[in-house]
C-alpha cells in the first residue's frame, strides 16, 4: 500500500515513520528540492498543480492525504475525481480563509471572539469603534505560525499594520481575555468511527508554538469534544483535525482549525496509546483507530531557530528528541522533544530543563 502526501515537511516525515511499521511506502509531492521528508520515500519536486505530477501521484498512491493546508484546495478536488483523498477539499477551502472559518464556525453555533470583515485601511478604522482595542488584523489566507497578523494597540496603530498585510484581504478580531490556550485532536475514519486525545495546554510566543502539554481529565474537555464533533460532521470529514481554543471564565472559544496532523499533537508519539501520525494513517485507511490514552504526564518542546547538541537533550531523563534534518534559521521549527514520565516530580523537573534549553538556543 502507498501512501501519497502533498508536502514533504516535518509533519509528512512524521506520518512515514508512523507507517512503516504499517508496511506502508509513501510517495510525496513537494516544491522543495531539500524537504526533509523525501529520503523516506519517492519524491516528485515540483508545484502542486503540475498537471504532470498529479498525474504521476494518481497512478502510483492507493490514497492521498496532505500535510499542511496551504495546498490548493483545486488541486485536492482534481485527485478527489481521479482517486481517493483525504481530508476533503472542503476542509481545505474553509481553513484557507479566515473569513470563511469563522462564518462556519458561526453557522455551528461555535462561539468565536468578534471580527469584522476588513478590505481597506477605511474599513479597518469603521470596524475598531465596535471592537475595541486591543484587537488583532490577520490577513484572510496564508497565515501560520503568526504570519500575516498584527497586534492593533490603538488608532496610531492602524495605517501601520494596514501596510504590514500589504493592504491583504483581511479581517480584525477583538482581543479575547483568556486564561489559557487549549487544542483538541481527533481522528475520524472513513467508516465514521471518531476517538478524542486528552486536550493540549499550549503556550505561544511570537505566533509560534513553543510547549504543547497533555491535559487528561480536564474540565473542558468535554466542551471541547462537543464543538469538535460539530466540525467532523458538518466536514464528513477523514482523518486526523485539530481545533484551537481559548479559553476565556469557563468558556472555550475557538481560533481556528487545521486539518491535519497538528504541532501541538507531538506529545502524543510517546505519551500515547497511538500517536495522532498513526491515527491519521489509520483513518484515512479506514482500519480500526487506536487508543488515544496518555501514557503517564506527556508534553512537548519545540526548538525554534537552531538546535543544541544531541547530547545536552539526550542528558535530560525522559526526552525523547526529534530531528526534522532541516537547517537551521531564525523563526523555523527545526526539531522537537517528547517528555513522558509517570512520576509528577520528574516529569515536571525534565520540562522545566527542556524549555530553558529551548530558549537558549532560540536566544542565540
Not at 483525504?86 to 453555533?109: I, S
Not at 485539530?242 to 502524543?268: C, D, K, Y
Request: aromatic share 8%.
Amino acid at each position: 500500500m502507498k501512501i501519497g502526501i502533498l508536502g514533504a515537511g516535518q509533519l509528512a516525515r512524521m506520518i512515514a515513520l508512523a507507517g512503516f511499521p504499517l508496511g506502508l511506502d509513501f510517495i510525496f509531492l513537494d516544491p522543495s528540492v531539500d524537504a526533509c521528508a523525501n529520503r523516506l520515500g519517492e519524491h516528485l519536486h515540483g508545484d502542486y498543480s503540475d498537471p504532470v505530477l498529479l498525474a504521476q501521484l494518481v497512478e502510483c498512491a492507493d490514497v492521498v492525504t496532505y500535510e499542511f493546508e496551504n495546498v490548493p484546495a483545486q488541486v485536492v478536488d482534481y485527485l478527489a475525481e481521479h482517486t481517493k483523498v483525504y481530508p476533503p477539499a472542503k476542509a481545505l477551502e474553509v481553513a484557507q480563509d479566515r473569513w470563511v472559518e469563522k462564518n462556519f464556525f458561526q453557522e455551528l453555533d461555535i462561539p468565536t471572539a468578534k471580527f469584522a470583515l476588513v478590505s481597506s485601511l477605511e474599513d479597518l478604522a469603521f470596524a475598531m469603534p465596535t471592537l475595541g482595542y486591543p484587537a488583532i488584523l490577520k490577513s484572510r489566507t496564508q497565515g501560520y505560525d503568526g504570519k500575516g497578523q498584527v497586534v492593533l494597540k490603538s488608532e496610531a496603530d492602524l495605517k501601520s499594520a494596514w501596510e504590514i498585510v500589504q493592504g491583504a484581504p483581511s479581517i480584525v478580531e477583538a482581543f479575547v481575555p483568556f486564561s489559557r490556550e487549549v487544542s483538541i485532536i481527533a481522528a475520524r475514519s472513513v467508516s465514521g468511527s471518531v476517538v478524542f486525545y486528552p486536550l493540549s495546554e499550549n503556550q505561544h510566543q511570537g505566533g509560534i508554538l513553543r510547549v504543547a502539554e497533555c491535559r487528561a481529565n480536564d474540565p473542558m474537555q468535554a466542551q471541547a469534544e462537543d464543538y469538535l464533533t460539530r466540525l467532523l460532521n458538518a466536514l464528513d470529514y477523514v482523518g486526523v483535525l485539530a481545533l484551537e481554543l481559548f479559553e476565556v471564565e469557563g468558556q472555550l472559544i475557538a481560533n481556528e482549525f487545521a486539518p491535519r496532523v497538528h504541532n501541538s499533537g507531538h506529545w502524543t508519539i510517546e505519551g500515547a496509546e497511538t500517536s495522532q501520525f498513526e491515527n491519521h494513517l489509520r483513518a484515512i485507511l479506514d482500519l480500526p483507530l487506536g487508543s488515544t490514552a496518555a501514557i503517564g504526564n506527556a508534553a512537548m518542546v519545540n526548538f525554534i531557530g537552531g538546535l543544541p547538541e544531541a547530547k545536552e537533550v539526550l542528558a535530560i531523563a525522559n526526552a525523547h528528541l526529534h530531528l526534522y534534518g532541516k537547517s537551521p534559521r531564525k523563526g523555523r521549527k527545526v526539531a522537537h522533544v517528547t517528555v513522558r514520565a509517570s512520576n509528577s516530580e520528574s516529569y515536571r523537573n525534565s520540562l522545566e530543563k527542556l524549555e530553558r534549553l529551548a530558549t537558549q538556543v532560540d536566544d542565540s
